[in-house]
């Protein structure tokens, strides 16, 4: 993907694995709250990922999830129903960045960092099956 959109996307695929990969480092160091903030910022580079295709792109987490409610609800075209899943742990991570005394669980940070690895899988297909696609001969 050497084009500018592809490089975008490149990179917003490459910020949500980071964020993945630390929030599984964070479970590993029982910091559970942290891992679940990971988690979240996870599929939220994810999610911005598929509304490069739209031409929509924020820095803004509201803008985002009223992108994805719009392009993305109901599902269809996947088993995960990617605008339930961001928006619990979009609930989940202002709980516990609003309350210092919510500790988050091992099991629900887990539930959390799954659930974003799954989005990123799921995303991840769609832009190779988006590639394919566009470099197929016509004919």
């Given at each position: ?46 999610v911005r990922v598929l509304l490069i295709r739209h ?53 629900q940070a887990e539930k959390f960092n799954r659930n ?24």
């Amino acid at each position: 993907m050497e084009t500018p959109l592809g490089k975008k996307i490149e990179f917003r695929l490459q910020q949500s694995e980071e964020k993945l990969k630390l929030s599984f480092l964070m479970i590993k160091k029982g910091r559970y709250n942290d891992s679940i903030i990971f988690s979240y910022l996870s599929l939220f580079y994810s999610v911005r990922v598929l509304l490069i295709r739209h031409d929509e792109d924020s820095d803004d987490y509201g803008r985002i999830h009223d992108l994805m409610e719009k392009y993305y609800q109901p599902s269809g075209w996947t088993n995960l129903n990617i605008v339930e899943i961001i928006k619990e742990t979009r609930e989940f991570k202002d709980l516990v960045e609003s309350d210092t005394g919510i500790k988050a669980t091992r099991n629900q940070a887990e539930k959390f960092n799954r659930n974003a690895s799954d989005v990123l899988g799921e995303v991840r297909k769609q832009v190779q099956l988006l590639s394919e696609t566009q470099t197929e001969p016509s004919g």
